[in-house]
């Protein structure tokens, strides 16, 4: 039988401590959260100007999972945020004045200006740009998983087989996952 509880807020510096936390990371947390919140008001306020070509999302509310997220990540993990994780780019180092040429299709943002205003993402801070949640887009996000699984003497086979067994895998992905599969010459470490 599972056993789930519900997390509380952190009471006290000692347990912040006791997970890793000082006061410095916990400023530098709310800073990520709240430069989140002013990007995404600012870039909504220019796309109702229509200053933002296409259409515009906000993570609004989501600002702390996202941030939480991305601080829990090491500098060798690879992320693939989301049009309402801004959260990601933020606390990854994507500076706002760059976020915002991204909006504005301009050649300083993440993607060179070659990619819709809210799907971008850096390869050098470790993000790749996923235009879609939905399971079609899993094998990429597999293919960079294959890799990390390599450097880490964890078996592909795992992640392939992991990716079977995803909730949000439809038939197609299924089957594209199991072609990508028996296409390669998996060892099992």
């Not at 949640?133 to 086979?157: C, I, N, Q």
Request: proline fraction near 4%; include cysteine; charge should be negative.
């Amino acid at each position: 039988m599972a056993i789930a509880r519900e997390a509380g807020p952190v009471g006290s510096l000692h347990e912040v401590r006791e997970a890793g936390l000082d006061r410095d990371d916990l400023l530098g947390i709310y800073r990520n959260m709240l430069v989140t919140r002013g990007v995404e008001e600012r870039g909504h306020i220019l796309y109702r100007q229509g200053k933002i070509p296409g259409s515009f999302y906000t993570g609004r509310g989501n600002e702390a999972a996202a941030v939480g997220v991305a601080t829990a990540m090491r500098s060798e993990d690879v992320g693939t945020p989301l049009h309402r994780d801004m959260g990601v780019h933020i606390t990854r180092g994507v500076e706002p004045w760059r976020i915002f040429a991204q909006y504005m299709g301009r050649q300083d943002g993440p993607t060179h200006g070659r990619d819709g205003n809210v799907h971008m993402a850096d390869s050098q801070l470790g993000l790749i740009a996923m235009v879609s949640h939905l399971p079609a887009m899993l094998p990429t996000d597999l293919s960079r998983d294959y890799e990390a699984a390599a450097s880490l003497g964890v078996s592909p086979r795992a992640v392939y087989e992991a990716g079977l067994a995803g909730a949000l895998c439809d038939e197609e992905t299924r089957e594209r996952l199991r072609r990508i599969g028996q296409s390669h010459d998996w060892d099992d470490r």
